[in-house]
């Protein structure tokens, strides 16, 4: 199953606001399982129809040394496009934006 971003904060209200609408009446102690089971079905109907925020996963990198450019100067590779950078530095490679703090984990 694909991953679908959403507003984690906002679907817990909205489930609160959900809840709230529940009266006493709707659960009695025979059918207590069958209303948490109904409960349950709601909220996971409401995760799905919930929007989908718009999202990138930070892809994770790291410069990776020795290398030698064009004009005989030492440079780094990032790891995930193999962009050649002549410093290090940075904490985000410039080609795919890969954030640089893989190294040492
Ligand atoms: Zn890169």
């Given at each position: 199953?694909k991953?679908?971003?959403i507003?984690a904060?906002?679907?817990?209200?909205?489930?609160?606001?959900?809840?709230r609408?529940?009266?006493?009446?709707?659960v009695c102690?025979?059918?207590?399982?069958?209303?948490?089971?109904?409960?349950?079905?709601?909220?996971?109907?409401?995760a799905?129809?919930?929007p989908?925020l718009d999202?990138?996963?930070?892809?994770?990198?790291e410069?990776i040394?020795p290398c030698?450019?064009?004009?005989?100067?030492?440079?780094?590779?990032c790891?995930?496009c193999?962009?050649?950078a002549?410093?290090?530095?940075?904490?985000?490679?410039?080609?795919c934006?890969?954030k640089?703090d893989k190294?040492?984990?």
């Open positions: 199953m991953v679908r971003p507003d904060n906002l679907f817990a209200k909205s489930l609160e606001i959900e809840a609408s529940v009266g006493v009446s709707w102690d025979r059918h207590e399982a069958a209303a948490i089971r109904a409960a349950f079905n709601v909220a996971a109907t409401k799905r129809q919930f989908t999202y990138a996963p930070v892809v994770h990198g410069w040394e030698i450019n064009k004009y005989g100067h030492p440079c780094h590779h790891s995930k193999g962009f050649k002549s410093q290090k530095d940075r904490n985000f490679c410039p080609n934006g890969a640089m190294e040492g984990q």
